[in-house]
């Protein structure tokens, strides 16, 4: 079983590979951007893990999980979801990964979202 640190690392690793991506550090959290844009917020210490992310498509499913809640400060009013793990925990990183994914697609800019779906569908067609 992962870590929470572990786990932390895999999902930050994920959230920057998507083009134009970078991370601010404020508040003592990760803020994963895409051209100055947060798409997702993590914070990991040795208690527990959160992440927070948009999720346009999936929020309401995504609610029925016992370790989310509407993310607080208003962003859960705009289709935030913030998941929360304790060192009890074993986060199902394939599902924080999807959500990660719907995230960058909500606000990443449609030029360059655009542009990585073409390149995924060119790679889909040589084989690649």
Request: aromatic share 10%; charged share 25%; no cysteine.
């Amino acid at each position: 079983m992962a870590t929470l640190k572990q786990a932390f690392v895999r999902l930050r690793a994920k959230a920057l590979t998507y083009p134009g991506t970078r991370e601010d550090l404020p508040w003592g959290e990760s803020a994963i951007k895409v051209k100055g844009k947060t798409f997702v917020f993590m914070r990991v210490d040795n208690e527990s893990m959160g992440l927070s992310v948009k999720l346009p498509q999936s929020r309401e499913f995504a609610l029925e999980y016992p370790f989310t809640r509407p993310t607080p400060y208003g962003l859960g009013k705009s289709g935030w979801v913030t998941a929360q793990f304790t060192t009890k925990d074993k986060p199902p990183l394939d599902i924080l990964e999807a959500w990660i994914h719907e995230s960058f697609f909500a606000i990443a800019p449609k030029k360059l979202s655009a542009t990585l779906v073409a390149k995924k569908a060119a790679g889909a067609r040589t084989g690649g």
